[in-house]
Every structure is written in structure tokens, then in C-alpha cells.
């Protein structure tokens, strides 16, 4: 069955459906990961969003299930140049067909997504509709394209209630705004006991459960838009309590302390992007899926530093606080998918605690 991608500048691709059959509006977003395609699909940061993977062949080695990030893919659509029909891999247990069919997501493969990547890189990200209307009216649709946004994406990715993975080291409190399973398992893996809290839970709960350190996730929409979390992490950040994040969490820390944010005009997502710690001058391969940043200029001198920077485009990829236990990272140290350079981050987290417990 023909697909059909249409942009909010009017241009229009022409493919074949793939996954789920109903209409979608999303904002547009690529990925240029050459592997880790189900490790995108279920990262919650996707929520309200459709990924074009700009890696031509996708699907080739299946989907194994425990290399999911959470319970089920996120992404309101999914684009491809080629979608792997017949995975070879022993651990294959499914193709990207049934999983995207299984949930409900439309897709398209068959088009040109390098023309696509290079028409958001120039005019910047903007939402479009996948649709398989033959007689779609493009002059009825873009507006409905420039009215959309994705709003409220935090309260349904977050977990429901709290849940904790055993361990004999530190406690550390995970504030789950989108977070992917390997940021509670980097922790865990180094003996921390690690309670999953819900995004909006109120900072009290959190203080009064005396955690010796507090981990703020990754997740999906604006940071500006999450008022009440940010009212939350004033009152965390005037504690003692080390606190890590990656992310959203690091963007709503800076936001929490009086910085500011904006969008990139079309953000950074996938597993090749270098950081320079600006402290040892080592150079970092990282993981990346974002589409806001820190300003640098708002960053106030007497509550943080930069710590880390894009090497490409000179953002704002980390901050150390001053006289507080709190570093916060843009990138993803825990990885999956993408490089594992940054991984020790979780260590300093560990040291920032008291260094290894039970040793």
C-alpha cells in the first residue's frame, strides 16, 4: 500500500506503508544511528515525534526483546529507506513490521531519507503527517501541521507508581521523566539500590525517603513546559543530596537555577556525536536525542560552570554546580545505543556519594 509523508513546507514523499495504517500528525525528527534501531524505538524521549532513520537499511538483525529501553516503542511514527523483511540474527525473536503493527504505529519506507534529512537540517525540524489518503489535500493539511506540538509527553512516558531494584551500595531516588532502563541498571550494576519515582513526585517524598544520592532521567517534549517539576528541583537543588542528570533532567536543573532554554533548529540524535570535557580536555564519543539546549549565556557564573561541549556546534553539553554535590550531562553516558566513552560518569556519581560502599 502507497504512504505518504507530507511537510508543513509542502513537500511531500511518496513510499510504502509499513507498521500501523492510521494518519499521523508528528513533528519530523532523524536519527542517524547505523544500529540500535529498536534501543530508538522504545526510548521514551521519542514520545511525540516521528524518527526518520537516515542509516538506509534498517531492521537487518531483528528485534530481540531485552534490548528494549522501556515496556514499548514510543515514536508516533517511524521512517525508513529500507525496512529488513527477513532478519538474520540467532537472537531475533520478531521483525520492526509486527512490533509496529503490535503498537499501533504507522510508518513509511521507500523514500529518500537523505533528501528528507537534508530539508531538516536546512529549514530546520517541522511536523508532518504520514498518511496512506491517496487524495490527501496538501492546502487542508499544513495547516493542521503548523498547529500541532507536542504537549503533556512527560506524564505519559513517567512511570505510575514507585519501584525499586535491590542493591547493597548507595540509595539513589531515579526521577523518571521518560528514563531508559539502562540508566537504573548503570546504577544498579555498581551495587546502588535504585527507587523509580514517578516525574511528578513531590520533592518532600523524595527528601523524606533519605536517599544518598538523586538521579534526574532523560525524556521527551520541552522543558519549559514541566512548570511544576522544575518548582520540585528548587527544593531538591537547596538540598545536600548529590544529584546526576542526564537530559531533560540536566535542561530542567539549569532551568530550576535560573537559566534558560531554547530549541535547536533541528537537534541532536544519535551515537556519534563528540563532547569535550572541558576540565581534562578529553574528547567523548556520545549517544544523543535532543532538541533543546542550554543557553550558555544564561548559565549565572556563581551557581555553575560548563563542563562539557559539542565539538561540532559548541553547545552546552554538561554543567558542574558550585558548592553543590550536582553535575548534569545533555548526553547520554548509559549509552544504548551508541558509544560507552562516558560510562565512568556513573562512577564520579558514585565517588560524588562517597566513593564505593561495601568495598
Given at each position: 500500500m502507497k504512504a505518504y509523508l507530507i511537510l508543513e513546507?509542502?513537500?511531500?514523499?511518496?513510499?510504502?506503508?509499513?507498521?500501523?495504517?492510521?494518519?499521523?500528525?508528528?513533528?519530523?525528527?532523524?536519527?542517524?544511528?547505523?544500529?540500535g534501531y529498536l534501543e530508538v524505538l522504545t526510548d521514551p524521549s521519542y514520545a511525540g515525534q516521528a524518527v526518520c532513520m537516515t542509516y538506509p537499511l534498517i531492521g537487518n538483525y531483528g528485534i530481540c526483546y531485552s534490548d528494549m529501553e522501556s515496556?514499548?516503542?514510543?515514536?508516533?511514527?517511524?521512517?525508513?529507506?529500507?525496512?529488513?523483511?527477513?532478519?538474520?540474527?540467532?537472537?531475533?525473536?520478531?521483525?520492526i513490521q509486527n512490533v509496529l503493527e503490535k503498537n499501533d504505529i504507522p510508518g513509511i519506507a521507500g523514500i529518500d531519507?537523505?533528501?528528507?534529512?537534508?530539508?531538516?537540517?536546512?529549514?530546520?525540524?517541522?511536523?508532518?503527517?504520514?498518511?496512506?489518503?491517496?487524495?490527501?489535500?496538501?492546502?487542508e493539511i499544513i495547516p493542521k501541521l503548523k498547529e500541532y506540538t507536542p504537549a503533556g509527553v512527560v506524564a505519559k512516558v513517567t512511570c505510575s507508581e514507585p519501584t525499586t531494584l535491590k542493591g547493597d551500595g548507595y540509595k539513589v531516588a531515579l526521577l523518571d521523566f521518560g528514563a531508559k532502563k539502562n540508566i537504573?541498571?548503570?546504577?544498579?550494576?555498581?551495587?546502588?539500590?535504585?527507587?523509580?519515582?514517578?516525574?511528578?513526585?513531590?520533592a518532600e517524598e523524595i527528601i523524606a525517603s533519605n536517599p544518598d544520592g538523586i538521579m534526574l532521567s532523560n525524556g521527551p517534549g520541552d522543558p519549559k513546559e514541566c512548570i511544576s517539576i522544575i518548582e520540585e528541583l528548587k527544593k531538591l537543588y537547596n538540598t545536600d543530596?548529590?544529584?546526576?542528570?542526564?537530559?531533560?533532567?540536566?535542561?530542567?536543573?539549569?532551568l530550576a537555577t535560573g537559566a534558560d532554554t531554547h530549541k535547536m533548529k533541528y537537534g541532536h540524535r544519535g551515537g556519534?556525536?563528540?563532547?569535550?570535557?572541558?576540565?581534562?580536555?578529553?574528547?567523548y564519543i556520545s549517544s544523543q536525542n535532543h532538541g533543546y539546549v542550554v543557553d550558555d549565556s544564561t548559565v549565572d557564573p556563581e551557581i555553575a560552570e560548563v563542563a562539557f561541549i559539542n565539538v561540532n556546534d559548541k553547545t552546552?553539553?554538561?554543567?558542574?554546580?558550585?558548592?553543590?554535590?550536582?553535575?548534569?550531562?545533555?548526553?547520554?553516558?548509559?549509552?544504548c545505543p551508541g558509544p560507552q566513552d562516558s560510562n565512568a560518569l556513573f562512577?564520579?556519581?558514585?565517588?560524588m556519594m562517597g566513593g564505593k560502599k561495601n568495598a
Open positions: 513546507d509542502g513537500t511531500v514523499f511518496e513510499g510504502t506503508s509499513i507498521g500501523s495504517k492510521r494518519e499521523i500528525i508528528s513533528e519530523i525528527v532523524f536519527n542517524t544511528s547505523m544500529t515496556l514499548k516503542p514510543w515514536p508516533d511514527g517511524y521512517i525508513v529507506r529500507e525496512l529488513a523483511r527477513m532478519p538474520s540474527n540467532f537472537r531475533s525473536e520478531d521483525t531519507t537523505r533528501a528528507l534529512t537534508r530539508i531538516l537540517r536546512e529549514k530546520g525540524t517541522m511536523n508532518g503527517m504520514i498518511t496512506t489518503n491517496e487524495n490527501y489535500n496538501v492546502d537504573a541498571r548503570s546504577l544498579n550494576e555498581r551495587g546502588m539500590e535504585v527507587t523509580i519515582y514517578p516525574a511528578f513526585t513531590k543530596i548529590p544529584i546526576f542528570a542526564i537530559c531533560l533532567g540536566h535542561q530542567l536543573m539549569a556519534n556525536h563528540p563532547v569535550k570535557d572541558l576540565k581534562s580536555g578529553k574528547v552546552v553539553e554538561g554543567l558542574r554546580y558550585k558548592n553543590k554535590k550536582i553535575f548534569t550531562v545533555q548526553f547520554h553516558p548509559e549509552a562512577d564520579e556519581f558514585v565517588e
